[in-house]
Structures are given as structure tokens and as C-alpha cells.
């Protein structure tokens, strides 16, 4: 199964956005339909999917439970790491010079992204405290 590159960055905004500490720290969950309702461009196999590979990146941390033969997936924090690779990705010229950058690579794996991401906004601090332009 191919590993969609825009479901990731969807559905870590959309845990950024539903999932919520309460007073007493803990945080609220959410199920593969939770997402699937929240993310209608993509069907759950897709999601499902996606979250598996996320929490085996770091990106995110997730409970499985099984129960009567089916496997139930509860996303439930975003890592540090994810957060880390969401300011980065999370708006949407960001986003599409990584895409740009990754299809001239001619890769778009999580770990390739990741990298564009970072060599992008290091290039962006350099020419911002430097005052390098490109160089």
C-alpha cells in the first residue's frame, strides 16, 4: 500500500486540532473513524494506514486494542518529532515547495520530506540571521 504523503500532514493537523488535554492532563483519543469523519478525502484503509506509519516514524503515539477478531487503532499525543515536522509542513506554501522539492528529488518518502523540510527552514534561519539569499 502506497503511504500518502498529504494524509500525513492532514492528519496531523487534524490530531493538532481534536485531540485536547484537560485540566488533569490527560488527553482525549481518537479513533480511526473519528479521523475518517474529520478527514473525508481519504478513505479509512488510508488512514488506518497512514497512522501505523506515523507511530512506527515517531510521529505519533498510539494504542492498539483487539477485540471479537478486529483491531481498534486510538491515536492519542503527537511526539515532539511530529510537532517538530508539523510547524513545518502545516502551511500550505510551505507544503507545496517540500512537494516541489521532493518530486525534483524524485522521492516522497517521510524521511526524504522530513529532510526538505529541515533544509529548507535552515536555509530560511541562514538567510534570515546571515543575510544569505540563496547562496
Same mark, same amino acid.
Given at each position: 500500500m502506497e503511504l500518502n504523503k498529504d494524509c500525513i500532514r492532514d492528519v496531523l493537523i487534524k490530531c493538532e486540532q481534536l485531540l485536547v488535554m484537560d485540566?488533569? &492532563?490527560?488527553?482525549n483519543h481518537l =479513533?480511526? =473513524?473519528?479521523?475518517?469523519?474529520?478527514?473525508? $478525502?481519504y478513505d479509512v484503509a488510508t488512514i488506518?494506514?497512514?497512522?501505523? #506509519?506515523?507511530?512506527?516514524? &515517531?510521529? %505519533?503515539?498510539? =494504542?492498539?486494542?483487539r477485540a471479537d477478531n478486529l483491531s481498534y487503532i486510538f491515536v492519542y499525543d503527537i511526539t515532539y518529532e511530529g510537532h517538530e %515536522?508539523? $510547524?513545518?509542513? #502545516?502551511e500550505d506554501n510551505n507544503w507545496k515547495t517540500i512537494k516541489s522539492y521532493a518530486a525534483?528529488? &524524485?522521492?516522497f518518502s517521510l524521511s526524504v520530506l522530513q529532510q526538505i523540510a529541515i533544509n529548507m527552514f535552515t536555509k530560511?534561519?541562514?538567510?534570515?540571521i546571515w543575510g544569505k539569499h540563496g547562496k
Open positions: 485540566d488533569d &492532563g490527560k488527553m =479513533s480511526i =473513524s473519528n479521523l475518517s469523519e474529520a478527514l473525508p $478525502d488506518r494506514y497512514t497512522v501505523i #506509519k506515523m507511530e512506527e516514524a &515517531g510521529l %505519533l503515539k498510539v =494504542s492498539t486494542t %515536522l508539523l $510547524d513545518k509542513i #502545516k525534483k528529488v &524524485g522521492s530560511n534561519i541562514d538567510s534570515i
